[in-house]
């Protein structure tokens, strides 16, 4: 569902800076080669999107992962990034680019990227915001 994604995504802008709304839905609704979508959905409520995450197969990389502030610390972002892994073959390399150390918009996902196995590499600007590379040998 584009819109609960969309929703999503909107209550996450501190931690997705540069994201333009109108041109992500479009690219959700638009289907993308070896795009994989991952969402979760509240039980009580299951048009509502709680946690997403989005990666590519080829390359394998990681595009983006948000969960509700308000559902945080339920192990949501821990289970969509197993899903993500767990998509990749043995003997691949999973890539990702996040904040850097310090930058307060990703001390909660860097610490689930190093704690899920992924080691920070070279820093980068990606979208006009410094980030970090990381990557999973899988």
Known sequence: NVDAIIALLEKCT???????????????????P???????YDPEKPEKCIGVAVMFTDPYEHNLI???????HRGIAQRLESNVISMVPKGCTIELDTFREG????????KLHIKMGFVPGELNFRHGVPQQHFTLEV
């Open 14 to 32: 501190f931690h997705l800076p540069n994201l333009d709304m109108n041109w992500y839905r479009e690219y959700l609704n638009t289907n993308v």
């Open 103 to 110: 930058d307060p918009r990703g001390e909660a996902v860097r």
């Open 34 to 40: 070896n795009r994989v979508v991952f969402a979760e």
């Open 66 to 72: 948000a969960v509700d502030p308000d559902y945080r």
